[in-house]
């Protein structure tokens, strides 16, 4: 039972471009929602995260969106750069303060 | 200075035997995790201990055994490996009583059981 989909396994943008990664969850008891990147043979880091009483927030090149509505959320990159490419995890809260990953979008970033 | 730390990094080993991966955190965090990511990629969390309390256990087999000395360390021993134990195994920490659960990664451990 997958609460957390990330239903693109990879995405390949040209550098300069925007880059959208999707989320999308069943349990809207979750609260609060995160996205990692991961570097291959690295642990993943913290990239940016919104609360569910938000529907957007920036840091930077990279803004998260959350729908509560349609149980959705998206990162936007721009503008995509080299080295933005790694795998990008989206991850929700729950009870407990656990986690729940979704399987990760491999991102290219073209030069 | 590297937050969160894990060794081995790598750890290749026969079935039935017995193992361990140690974990610690300079960032002073209360609360340290363990995931397993498997071959399908998806990051699992194992368990979860807070101050020392172990808060999250999820469906793990009982072969795996989580041991937190102190705030700073929470350390994995694994009974009678299966050749399914192998997987990444990340370590994490973050300050869940600050209300923001920003977790922080260890570099993995890749487990091979052969």
């Known amino acids: 039972d997958q609460q957390v989909k990330q239903n693109s396994p990879s995405l390949s943008v040209q550098e300069g471009r925007i880059s959208i990664l999707n989320c999308d969850y069943t349990?809207?008891?979750?609260?609060?929602f995160l996205w990692y990147k991961k570097y291959p043979a690295e642990g993943p880091t913290f990239l940016i995260s919104i609360s569910s009483i938000k529907d957007k927030n920036e840091d930077g090149r990279f803004t998260v969106f959350l729908n509560k509505s349609a149980k959705h959320l998206s990162l936007h990159i721009v503008p995509s750069q080299p080295g933005d490419s790694a795998v990008y995890f989206c991850?929700?809260?729950?009870?407990?303060?656990?986690?729940?990953f979704g399987k990760g979008t491999l991102l290219t970033v073209n030069p | 200075d590297t937050a969160v730390s894990q060794t081995p990094k790598y750890l290749v080993t026969q079935m039935g035997n017995d193992k361990s991966i140690k974990c610690e955190q300079n960032?002073?965090?209360?609360?340290m995790y363990w995931y397993k990511q498997d071959s399908k990629k998806f990051l699992k969390i194992m368990f979860s201990?807070?101050?020392?309390?172990?808060?999250i256990n999820e469906t793990v087999p009982n072969r795996f055994s989580p041991k937190s000395p102190d705030k700073a360390h929470l350390n994995l021993h694994i009974n009678s490996l299966e050749l399914g134990d192998s997987a990444v195994y990340f370590c994490?920490?973050?300050?869940?009583?600050?209300?923001?659960?920003?977790?922080?990664f260890g570099p993995g451990t890749r487990l091979t059981v052969l």
């Open positions: 991850a929700a809260r729950g009870s407990n303060y656990k986690l729940t």
């Open positions: 994490a920490s973050s300050q869940a009583a600050a209300g923001v659960d920003t977790q922080y």
């Open positions: 201990y807070n101050n020392k309390e172990l808060i």
């Open positions: 960032l002073g965090h209360d609360t």
């Open positions: 349990n809207s008891m979750f609260d609060y």
